[in-house]
């Protein structure tokens, strides 16, 4: 088992920044491919991001690509999300979540996930 907590959210004007962190315990996040979700109320889980179980390869949603950036550090055994140029649409619960040696694309499923935290963007 591998339980997942993000941290991290928060309320930021438009064109701030937030980084989220999620932290593993229970296993090794080294052989994981971890992603970033998130979800509106009413609207079904977006994917946002993920990055491989090596950190050599990502893959970003068209809508946040060039502003944000996911990495890892498996010594931590913690991801991370850097938003920046934040936009009242990326208000969301943001996910992480893992996938056992998974893909990066946005159709891969994944076997853990965190409970999420809370981005709100003001305009």
């Known amino acids: 088992q591998v339980q997942l907590v993000e941290s991290g959210g928060g309320l930021v004007q438009t064109g701030g920044s937030l980084r989220l962190s999620c932290a593993a315990s229970g296993r090794t996040l080294s052989p994981y491919t971890m992603g970033w979700f998130r979800q509106v109320p009413g609207k079904e889980r977006e994917f946002v991001t993920a990055?491989?179980?090596?950190?050599?390869?990502?893959y970003y949603t068209n809508s946040v690509k060039g502003r944000f950036t996911i990495s890892r550090d498996n010594a931590k055994n913690t991801v991370y999300l850097q938003m920046n140029s934040l936009k009242p649409e990326d208000t969301a619960v943001y996910y992480c979540?893992?996938?056992?040696?998974?893909?990066?694309?946005?159709?891969?499923?994944?076997?853990?996930w965190g409970q999420g935290t809370q981005v709100t963007v003001s305009s």
């Open positions: 979540a893992a996938s056992y040696f998974g893909g990066t694309g946005p159709g891969q499923k994944y076997d853990y």
């Open positions: 990055i491989n179980w090596g950190g050599a390869s990502t």
